[in-house]
C-alpha cells in the first residue's frame, strides 16, 4: 500500500489542476489499464513481487482437467474483476462472491469448502491484486500523457 500511497502524494497536486471531466477521462483510463495488468499477472499466476503463485496441493485422489489448469482462469474474468472510477478515485476489485474468494487467497485466510459437512482449509496465500514498478510506471505514464507532457 505504500507504493500506492507514495505515487498518491507525488501526484495529486498535478492531478488537483485537471478539469472534474479530465480527472474522470483519465481514472478511467487508469482503472483499464490497471485491471489488464492485473489479469495478465492472474494469467501469468504472479504475485506483484514477481514471485510465483505457491502451486495447488498434491491431491493423490484427484486427477484430471481441475488439477492440470491454472488456478484463478473464471475469477479475473471482467464479469468479476472491475474497475471503477470517479473524478477523484479508481478502484481495481471482484465483486459478488468472486471477491469472497479473492479475498481468502489474497490474505491467506481459512475458506469454507463444503457448508453443507462444515469442511473448511488453509489457504496459501496467493495475491491476486496489488501495484507492481511496471503499474507506478504505466500510472504516471497516462498522468503525464493526460497532462500534455509527452513531447
Do not use: C, W
Given at each position: 500500500m505504500d507504493n500506492v500511497d507514495e505515487l498518491t502524494n507525488k501526484l495529486s497536486a498535478l492531478i488537483a489542476n485537471l478539469s472534474p471531466q479530465a480527472r474522470r477521462h483519465l481514472a478511467k483510463n487508469i482503472g483499464q489499464k490497471i485491471a489488464?495488468?492485473?489479469?495478465?499477472?492472474?494469467?501469468?499466476?504472479?504475485?506483484?513481487?514477481?514471485?510465483?503463485?505457491?502451486?495447488?496441493?498434491?491431491?493423490?485422489?484427484?486427477?484430471?482437467?481441475?488439477?492440470?489448469?491454472?488456478?484463478?482462469?473464471?475469477?479475473?474474468?471482467?464479469?468479476?474483476?472491475?474497475?471503477?472510477?470517479?473524478?477523484?478515485?479508481?478502484?481495481?476489485?471482484?465483486?459478488?462472491?468472486?471477491?469472497?474468494?479473492?479475498?481468502?487467497?489474497?490474505?491467506?485466510?481459512?475458506?469454507?469448502?463444503?457448508?453443507?459437512?462444515?469442511?473448511?482449509?488453509?489457504?496459501a496465500k496467493r495475491e491476486l491484486l496489488g501495484f507492481t514498478e511496471q503499474d507506478k510506471a504505466l500510472v504516471e505514464e497516462l498522468i503525464i500523457h493526460e497532462l500534455g507532457w509527452n513531447n
Open positions: 489488464q495488468s492485473q489479469r495478465q499477472r492472474i494469467t501469468n499466476q504472479q504475485n506483484p513481487d514477481g514471485t510465483s503463485f505457491i502451486p495447488r496441493k498434491n491431491l493423490r485422489k484427484k486427477k484430471g482437467r481441475i488439477k492440470r489448469q491454472k488456478m484463478f482462469v473464471k475469477l479475473k474474468m471482467a464479469r468479476y474483476l472491475k474497475a471503477k472510477n470517479t473524478a477523484n478515485q479508481v478502484a481495481v476489485g471482484f465483486s459478488g462472491s468472486a471477491a469472497n474468494i479473492a479475498a481468502v487467497h489474497q490474505l491467506g485466510k481459512r475458506g469454507v469448502v463444503n457448508e453443507k459437512r462444515n469442511i473448511s482449509t488453509q489457504y
